[in-house]
């Protein structure tokens, strides 16, 4: 069959796996086509007949059963599949075809998992109404902050950068997607001054406190992290699940079944390959499998701040890590990337109240310190949370009059 | 600092790990300030001076030594770095920047790794020369096939293909990427099957052949399955390297020193980041990555066939996989995707000597078969060998002959 016999207009998708891609062909190829060799390259066909085809195997082909304009649906049918084998699900539906000559570009938008998929999945073990239980915080977004700079604080240091912002009213402290285990900061030596820290900052303000230990590595490292975590009282953990990978990813999330911690995922990298929408694989669907595996918290952009990504864009992301999946429980998006207390107000209206705005340099960079900076984020969550304008709320609140001159 | 400091011409980087972005600035944005804020960014700033700075770690920071253009070189002291920790060097180098909104198109071209970082990788167990031992082959390159059609066949006719491919000649018999253990076609059953065929074709052609069970998946089923490959008298595992992620390579290097098996990556997905020259990671810094961590062969492209890269690119992923590394063990390249017998005196003027050809279509798309596919491609390859042009070849090998009408 070639690259020939992938398109059925009459389909209607069952227990399939269904790809919306967009297709920008390369010159002298149609859409149609183009769509026809991802369709093939995908799943049973090459580039030529071959002599060893069956017209069994012709029926599990994938079916192009929707072309409009670019936008191009592909069904492919569960059987193709290893159930619960996410690189596998990938290396077929976003594997060769993105080098395919005959595609300029191609974009995977959005992917629908049948339940036969989803079933074979975890999800996270939390979810937001988890976390939401175990912060005991009914209503409001959360505040968090990442230590910084980002890198090259001892662990004491590090340690009483997190406590400053617990104390100011930060509810949930990162490490750097960058810090690990270096030289002059040891894993093991930060989790256990940083948890000791958390543990007084808890005991002073009332308030539940979460400290997020980096335990990016190989795999046999990450779970000796996550473990040594969890024996000093740890309740989260958080990976760079690009540059770590989903089959680690997998691997982590079965172990945590025993660990119980709460999994947050940051994406570092992510956009060398979700940036361009017309080439690579849309957020959109990195927050479906990554909520699929089953982590707890994942970054998804800030629509205002630092980073690229559109007020759209987050929203299609929210939705894939909120919306109903098949009784896949749900994932937290986190906000982060250049935001500071004058943002809050926008970032709620955007996000709802089911997310963490999460601030490093609006919290130590705030003119008087971390603590300051701290308390200027919960002021301005407060004034969004009571529709109260910022600059009325500044008034009475010295940290947010500062913040407001500062940056806004 | 913000992202102010990050830049010193007069620079000579020593122990530091040196990338070479190319820059693409937003709008209104200079290509230095733009540089400043991905040094910053990857190492010790933010977007924001921060109080909790100290001038120590000022010192740690990434320094920009040269710009010109768009190609800006930056050392990055290795003390930012864990050791032997893949995924944190990746979450610096090549994370949150691609995703900054001052960068319209960000791509990392190049990266050099001092002998600190490269000694803390294991490298590939075989290499080139050790490859060559194994198969007992000393000068040719390597001819390969992938069993085809890429999904569909139980394990018996999976076999069967493997079989007549080797029979016809072919050293080399691998797994489709999208193939790990379906419902159709089990892993072990398949694994066990293929290499008793394994062994009747060695038996049959006195030469040495090699099947590469692909193991994709989580980490505990892949270490799982490249031990049953092992007990089964196997010699080889293949992995996709992108789907399954850094973090899972390292330890399945790690356990390989037990299994020893040569490890071969297939590289489904890279073009989603790969495939834009002005965004994204080169394949050529994959390929550097992928030899550190250890992988014994790798797909760089093909220069002709169905892939896109050009002759000039797939000769950067062969420096990277076969020139000095600080004594870390070589790569065999591979060139694989729409390949047939007619390409292979060009393949082997671009690749040398030191590579595998691997053609699926080119072997079982062969009008009479997969024997005669197999045949043609080691007959085209002794012509190469022995600077016979092929059509001269072809007067006295039917099968070489009947590939040239069919697709020259």
Redesign the interface.
């Known amino acids: 069959m070639g690259y020939k016999d992938f398109i059925d207009l009459s389909y209607k998708p069952k227990d399939d796996i269904v790809c919306q891609f967009r297709v920008e062909p390369a010159k002298g190829i149609s859409v149609k086509r183009a769509a026809e060799m991802v369709a093939g390259e ?13 017209p ?2 012709k029926k ?1 082909g994938a079916r192009i059963f929707s072309i409009k304009g670019k936008n191009v649906k592909i069904a492919y049918p569960s ?4 159930k ?5 699900i ?3 539906i ?3 075809v ?5 595609v300029e570009g191609l974009r995977l938008d959005d992917v629908s998992f049948p339940r036969s998929i989803t079933n074979s999945f975890q999800g996270p073990l939390y979810g937001i109404k988890g976390i939401r239980k175990l912060l005991g915080v009914k209503k409001r977004p959360f505040v968090g902050t990442i ?7 001892n662990e004491s ?1 590090h340690a009483k ?1 997190a406590y400053d912002a617990w104390s100011g009213g930060i509810d949930i402290v990162k490490d750097d ?2 810090l ?5 900061n040891k894993f093991e030596k930060r989790i256990v001054k940083t948890l000791k820290m958390r543990d007084k900052a808890e005991k002073e303000t009332g308030e539940k406190k979460v400290y997020m230990a980096n335990v ?7 779970l000796r992290r996550a473990e040594f975590v969890k024996d000093n009282g740890g309740r989260y953990m958080m990976v ?1 699940i ?10 982590l999330r ?1 172990a945590n079944d025993d660990l119980k911690l709460v999994m947050h995922a ?1 994406r ?9 929408p017309r ?3 849309s957020m959109r669907v990195i927050s479906q499998i990554t909520r699929l595996i089953g982590l707890d918290q994942l970054h998804v952009g800030t629509a205002v701040g ?4 559109t007020k759209q864009d987050v929203l299609n992301n929210c939705d894939a890590l909120r919306s109903n999946m098949n009784g896949i429980k749900t994932t937290m998006p986190v906000s982060s ?2 935001l500071h207390a004058c943002m809050i107000p926008a970032l709620v209206k955007i996000f709802g109240n089911d997310f963490i705005i999460q601030a ?3 919290v ?4 008087d ?2 603590v300051a ?1 701290a308390k200027s984020m919960r002021q301005a969550l407060d004034a969004a949370m009571n529709d109260i304008p910022l600059k009325e709320c500044a008034k009475k609140n010295k940290e947010l009059a500062t913040a407001i001159r500062q940056w806004d």
């Open positions: 995908s799943s049973v066909g090459t580039w030529t007949d071959v002599s060893t085809m069956k069994r195997i599990i059987i193709l599949f290893e619960g084998n996410m690189p596998q990938l290396s077929s976003a594997g060769n993105f080098g395919m000559k005959a230590v910084k700079p980002k890198i090259g604080l240091e950068v997607e960058n690990s285990s270096q030289k002059f990016t590595a190989d795999v046999g490292t990450m760079d690009h540059t770590v990978g989903w089959s680690a990813l997998e691997t079965e940051h570092a990298g992510h956009a060398a390959f979700t940036k361009d080439h690579g694989i630092k980073m690229f990504e990337g250049g490093g340099g609006g130590h960079g705030h003119k310190g971390t900076g």
